[in-house]
């Protein structure tokens, strides 16, 4: 969440930022909750207060004045009491709109409200020119067998699927790569858990906004993630760091996603499946540095994205198409031949503070302790990947060669050979 600081000292301000978002968010409601609960609050405490005093003086009073003393208390406890329960009343009306104020975007974040509204920065590759018909992913992965979306829908429901022969190990060689990769830039590898509890997802951002994308283990009280970035950031949660910063992880995972919303959309192959595998680069960094870090992060993406020799432009994503959480978010998106168009296989977000303060992750400096900045960047999305290396590298044969730096991890040269 934002800073109350915010709210209380420049509401207009908080205004003109949530109306750029697109967030209809009632700011004044705000101020006057929080204006009344601090009010509250405060004659809760004189009431407190002026009931301990009476409290030691009645041990001194003669025994006639005693029982007027003893009224006295009774009646500032009493009135502790309704003053408490008032406060209460409207710190459950305060916290349940309070949650739902996004980040703040970063004034270098492009003004609009969908994706259409995204500016591209910049193009890197140059799509290829087929001399033969294209095919996309889904005919070719049918056809050299690693792609099963009909075994998938038969044991499981539309958009899942099956990997299969070399596909899997394409996969596994992505995940090694990429791994070693982040390795070397200073990142831990982790195996997160995939199930948490609804803290996690709250801290992070996700609920209460994204709640409907979440699968949900009722019976347990646990959620299944959509990205590893829910447990790496929780990783911390409710601690104060004092080594060097910043602390980077690089976190596998399978990562579930309802996409609800999304009917219609993109059902063709295994671009938008319901379980899919992700490498996810998360950082806990210092305040002041948050942004060179968010350059650092994106810097890796492309590094890896360009490696496996995929055309992609850059976008800076608009205000209003923002997570709940991201002050700012480039998404790359390969270039994808079969629809003649960019589709996106990565993005990378700095989320400042906001995580930080609801997941009580602070650092300690020669200033005090400060809430830490948290940053999240998608090394490999598998799947998409795996399709955009498919369609992009695919030959006239049907096979796929694929790009020089994943086949020593891959084991091979071409899929379908």
Same mark, same amino acid.
């Given at each position: 969440?934002?800073?109350?600081?915010?709210?209380?000292?420049?509401?207009?301000?908080?205004? *003109?930022?949530?109306?750029?978002?697109?967030?209809?968010?009632?700011?004044?409601?705000? %101020?006057?909750?929080?204006?009344? #609960?601090?009010?509250?609050?405060?004659?809760?405490?004189?009431?407190?207060?002026?009931?301990?005093?009476? $409290?030691?003086?009645?041990?001194?009073?003669?025994?006639?004045?005693?029982? *007027?003393?003893?009224?006295?208390?009774?009646?500032?406890?009493?009135?502790?009491?309704? #003053?408490?329960?008032?406060?209460?009343?409207?710190?459950?009306?305060?916290?349940? #709109?309070?949650?739902?104020?996004?980040?703040?975007?970063?004034?270098?974040?492009?003004?609009?409200?969908?994706?259409?509204?995204?500016?591209?920065?910049?193009?890197? $590759? /140059?799509?290829?020119?087929?001399?033969?018909?294209?095919?996309?992913?889904?005919?070719?992965?049918?056809?050299?067998?690693?792609?099963? %979306?009909?075994?998938? *829908?038969? !044991?499981?429901?539309?958009?899942?699927?099956?990997?299969?022969?070399?596909?899997?190990?394409?996969?596994?060689?992505? %995940?090694?790569?990429?791994?070693? #990769?982040?390795?070397?830039?200073?990142?831990?590898? /982790?195996?997160?858990? %995939?199930?948490?509890?609804?803290?996690?997802?709250?801290?992070?951002?996700?609920?209460?906004?994204?709640?409907?994308?979440?699968?949900?283990? $009722?019976?347990?009280?646990?959620?299944?993630?959509?990205?590893?970035?829910?447990?790496?950031?929780?990783?911390?949660?409710?601690?104060?760091?004092?080594?060097? +910063?910043?602390?980077?992880?690089?976190?596998?995972?399978?990562?579930?996603?309802?996409?609800?919303?999304?009917?219609?959309?993109?059902?063709?192959?295994?671009?938008?499946?319901?379980?899919?595998?992700?490498?996810?680069?998360?950082?806990?960094?210092?305040?002041?540095?948050?942004?060179?870090?968010?350059?650092?992060?994106?810097?890796?993406?492309?590094?890896?994205?360009?490696?496996?020799?995929?055309?992609?432009?850059?976008?800076?994503?608009?205000?209003?198409?923002?997570?709940?959480?991201?002050?700012?978010?480039?998404?790359?998106?390969?270039?994808?031949?079969?629809?003649?168009?960019?589709?996106?296989? @990565?993005?990378?977000?700095?989320?400042?503070?906001?995580?930080?303060?609801?997941?009580?992750?602070?650092?300690?400096?020669?200033?005090?302790?400060? @809430?830490?900045?948290?940053?999240?960047?998608?090394? !490999?999305?598998?799947?998409? @990947?795996?399709? *955009?290396?498919?369609?992009?590298?695919?030959?006239?044969?049907? @096979? !796929?060669?694929?790009?020089?730096?994943?086949?020593?991890?891959? $084991?091979?040269?071409? +899929?379908?050979?």
């Amino acid at each position: 969440m934002i800073d109350i600081n915010l709210l209380r000292d420049r509401p207009d301000e908080l205004r *003109a930022a949530l109306t750029r978002r697109g967030a209809e968010i009632d700011v004044g409601r705000l %101020v006057e909750l929080d204006a009344s #609960l601090r009010l509250i609050r405060r004659s809760a405490e004189e009431a407190r207060a002026g009931q301990k005093v009476i $409290g030691k003086e009645i041990a001194t009073l003669p025994a006639e004045g005693r029982p *007027a003393a003893v009224e006295r208390a009774a009646v500032l406890a009493d009135e502790y009491k309704r #003053l408490s329960a008032d406060a209460d009343e409207l710190q459950a009306e305060f916290d349940a #709109l309070w949650v739902t104020v996004p980040n703040l975007a970063h004034e270098s974040v492009p003004t609009g409200e969908t994706d259409a509204d995204n500016v591209e920065i910049k193009q890197w $590759g /140059v799509p290829r020119v087929f001399d033969f018909d294209v095919r996309d992913h889904q005919d070719i992965g049918e056809a050299l067998g690693i792609i099963d %979306v009909v075994a998938g *829908a038969k !044991v499981s429901g539309s958009r899942f699927a099956y990997l299969k022969g070399q596909a899997v190990m394409l996969e596994l060689g992505l %995940v090694r790569w990429a791994l070693e #990769l982040l390795s070397g830039e200073g990142f831990t590898p /982790v195996i997160p858990p %995939v199930l948490v509890r609804e803290e996690a997802l709250f801290g992070t951002g996700f609920f209460p906004a994204d709640r409907e994308q979440v699968y949900s283990l $009722g019976d347990d009280d646990l959620y299944l993630v959509g990205t590893a970035e829910v447990p790496l950031a929780a990783l911390h949660a409710d601690e104060i760091l004092t080594g060097e +910063l910043p602390i980077r992880y690089a976190g596998f995972s399978t990562c579930f996603r309802r996409e609800a919303g999304t009917y219609g959309k993109d059902t063709r192959g295994i671009f938008r499946v319901h379980q899919f595998d992700k490498v996810e680069m998360f950082s806990f960094c210092h305040p002041d540095t948050s942004w060179a870090e968010h350059e650092f992060l994106f810097g890796m993406e492309e590094r890896i994205v360009q490696a496996l020799e995929l055309p992609y432009r850059v976008m800076n994503v608009a205000a209003g198409d923002l997570g709940s959480s991201a002050a700012k978010k480039y998404d790359i998106e390969a270039w994808i031949p079969s629809q003649n168009t960019y589709r996106e296989i @990565t993005s990378c977000s700095n989320t400042t503070d906001y995580q930080a303060r609801r997941l009580k992750i602070r650092m300690k400096d020669d200033t005090g302790n400060r @809430t830490i900045h948290t940053l999240n960047g998608t090394a !490999v999305a598998v799947g998409r @990947t795996i399709l *955009a290396i498919i369609e992009n590298h695919q030959q006239s044969d049907g @096979t !796929v060669l694929l790009p020089e730096a994943i086949r020593p991890y891959a $084991g091979f040269d071409v +899929l379908g050979a």
